[in-house]
């Protein structure tokens, strides 16, 4: 038998009597005495020196946080319905305007000369049925005739209207309040319809939109509050408040579209701008929470090292068991299971650990953790 054979058939007696035996080679350090509850192990050897804190409960709002951008509460891009040369300008661009505002007039001298003429004929026809009015009470007309007047009346007033709605056309007019963009046109510029003359965008309030998975539909509603960050003022928080709720659910992603009103007086935030918001789910719960850096990540699932008076209640040792985590938020996790107030958790170090580990605890070089931290300079 050769010695490669001999070595494979060691290995398989080994595992074979492992699996007979009770011992995994497979799994972490931790499982079997540790993550079990009946305490710790004692593996002796020297100290090994860890940080660690004691784990505590806080209040959390569960909370979703959300990217989105910000649309403008009113807007468009302005244009004619009619073609012509620009007569004049009443706007410079970024202006503020309120609504029916002129901003553009093209020139229309021919279709203002055919409403005086519709005018002229309007004013005679009504002449005329006055005239008739009068010689019907003296029976020196027919009835026919004033029937006739008060039709040719309302037929020139009518080709009035419809010059005048033409006329109209030629000029361009804000629709709301709002900001004016930059000009796209130039006095004298022939303007075909449909070019876009400016843009207007009425940004107090302004709106957020962004899109919430399907589970969490039943758990938002209008009005409810959120908290919108935008990039380009990092310290800043913007509040503002659920507005809509999309009525059907996006089939390709399962998304629900939510729209939230933000009030927007100096018209620092613009449309387009990129947000991410941050939306309470539910009433404010108590959870367990450790620092991230606490938590052991291996296949079996996520892990901490609890340190405990060993047997004689000289020493700590540490006990490693296997905990559900949450939330994260900041520098903290949230412990849904496996960990009670008030145990020590080793919260660096834990590389240096096995189950049953001495260890000492030095806390003169660990960060302060926080929930919401914030840069410093």
Do not use: C
Request: avoid cysteine; charged fraction near 20%.
């Amino acid at each position: 038998m050769t010695k490669r054979r001999v070595m494979f058939w060691v290995v398989v007696a080994a595992l074979v009597g492992g699996l007979v035996y009770g011992f995994n080679p497979l799994a972490p350090s931790g499982a079997g005495k540790g993550p079990a509850g009946k305490g710790p192990a004692d593996h002796g050897g020297p100290p090994q020196t860890v940080a660690a804190e004691p784990a505590k409960t806080q209040m959390w709002q569960p909370s979703m946080e959300l990217v989105g951008e910000l649309r403008a509460s009113k807007g468009a891009d302005l244009a004619l319905q009619v073609s012509g040369i620009v007569q004049s300008i009443s706007f410079e661009s970024g202006d503020p305007v309120q609504a029916g505002m002129p901003l553009l007039q093209l020139i229309a001298d021919d279709q203002v000369a055919k409403l005086d003429s519709l005018k002229a004929t309007a004013a005679l026809n009504a002449l005329t049925l006055k005239r008739d009015t009068e010689q019907l009470k003296i029976k020196a007309v027919s009835q026919a005739t004033v029937d006739t007047d008060q039709a040719n009346l309302k037929n020139a007033e009518a080709l009035v209207a419809q010059q005048q709605a033409l006329v109209n056309q030629y000029s361009l007019k804000a629709p709301f309040s709002g900001h004016l963009g930059i000009r796209s046109v130039d006095l004298g510029q022939y303007v075909s319809a449909g070019t876009t003359v400016v843009t207007l965008q009425a940004l107090d309030p302004i709106f957020a939109d962004f899109y919430v998975p399907q589970q969490y539909f039943g758990r938002i509603e209008v009005g409810q509050p959120v908290t919108v960050k935008i990039d380009t003022y990092p310290s800043e928080t913007f509040p503002g408040t659920v507005s809509a709720i999309n009525p059907k659910i996006e089939t390709g992603s399962r998304n629900v579209r939510v729209r939230a009103t933000l009030k927007n007086p100096n018209g620092r935030l613009v449309p387009g701008m990129f947000a991410k918001i941050a939306l309470d789910l539910g009433k404010a719960e108590r959870f367990v929470t450790l620092p991230q850096t606490a938590i052991v990540a291996n296949p079996y699932g996520a892990t901490v090292f609890v340190l405990e008076k060993s047997t004689d209640g000289k020493a700590l040792v540490a006990r490693e068991t296997f905990v559900k985590t949450g939330q994260a938020r900041g520098d903290l996790i949230a412990v849904v299971s496996g960990l009670k107030e008030g145990e020590t958790v080793v919260v660096a170090g834990q590389i240096k650990l096995r189950n049953g580990t001495p260890a000492v605890i030095d806390n003169s070089h660990i960060p302060k953790t926080e929930a919401d931290p914030k840069v410093s300079d």
